[in-house]
T-cell receptor, first 109, second 115 residues
Framework: EDQVTQSPEALRLQEGESSSLNCSYT??????LFWYRQDPGKGPEFLFT???AGEEKEKERLKATLTKKESFLHITAPKPEDSATYLC??????????FGSGTQLTVLP | DTEVTQTPKHLVMGMTNKKSLKCEQH?????MYWYKQKAKKPPELMFV???????INESVPSRFSPECPNSSLLNLHLHALQPEDSALYLC??????????????FGPGTRLTVL
């Protein structure tokens, strides 16, 4: 059974204070690891897909990395508008995504 | 364009009502999904359609009835719901790639309240 664990559950940062979110996973035959951002009451917004260990992707202040056991979402110099819940999900040999419980990020001005 | 649209945005219904949720995508995706999401929880998969055929039903109660009229549209028909069915209902679509990871794009959701 595929499993995803995200840590921390909640993170409060000052504006400009860089940090990382962790996503640990076990999966049978990784096809992809996905990061989403979700604002309250809205649908998840796609951020990144990572396919294999060693891969990295960047978008503005966000950078996602992948190893064989975990993925990190690095946030550099965050702004208040980066406040959201960040979800990690994996897709293994089955079609379904297995989601983690998310990290709720708050960036204070 | 990676847009999935959902209507309505909000829906309030009684336990004896019949209503439908609608989802549309114009990305040429061949897989479409319904998810249910409770507050502070991740999305839970309900149904998957692949090439307009139901391929996965995650043991969802029969009061939820999905329909895929064509490759761009997905409906979720609701009947005799319970208050515990109140949640954010999300639609998603993907290309349905058979090899590498198949990125799913989500709509904004329908906030459903059952009285």
């Amino acid at each position: 059974e595929d499993q995803v664990t995200q840590s921390p559950e909640a993170l409060r940062l000052q504006e400009g204070e860089s940090s990382s979110l962790n996503c640990s996973y076990t999966v049978s035959g990784l096809r992809g690891l996905f990061w989403y951002r979700q604002d309250p009451g809205k649908g998840p917004e796609f951020l990144f897909t990572l396919y294999s260990a060693g891969e990295e992707k960047e978008k503005e202040r966000l950078k996602a990395t992948l190893t064989k056991k975990e993925s990190f979402l690095h946030i550099t110099a965050p702004k208040p508008e980066d406040s959201a819940t960040y979800l990690c999900a994996v897709q293994g040999s089955a079609r379904q995504l297995t989601f983690g419980s998310g990290t709720q990020l708050t960036v204070l001005p | 364009d990676t847009e999935v649209t959902q209507t309505p945005k909000h829906l309030v219904m009684g336990m004896t009502n019949k209503k439908s949720l609608k989802c549309e995508q114009h990305m040429g995706h061949r897989a479409m999904y319904w998810y249910k999401q409770k507050a502070k929880k991740p999305p839970e998969l309900m149904f998957v359609y692949s090439y307009e055929k139901l391929s996965i039903n995650e043991s969802v109660p029969s009061r939820f009835s999905p329909e895929c009229p064509n490759s761009s549209l997905l409906n979720l028909h609701l009947h005799a719901l319970q208050p515990e069915d109140s949640a954010l209902y999300l639609c998603a679509s993907s290309q349905d790639t058979q090899g590498a990871g198949d990125t799913q794009y989500f709509g904004p959701g329908t906030r459903l309240t059952v009285l």
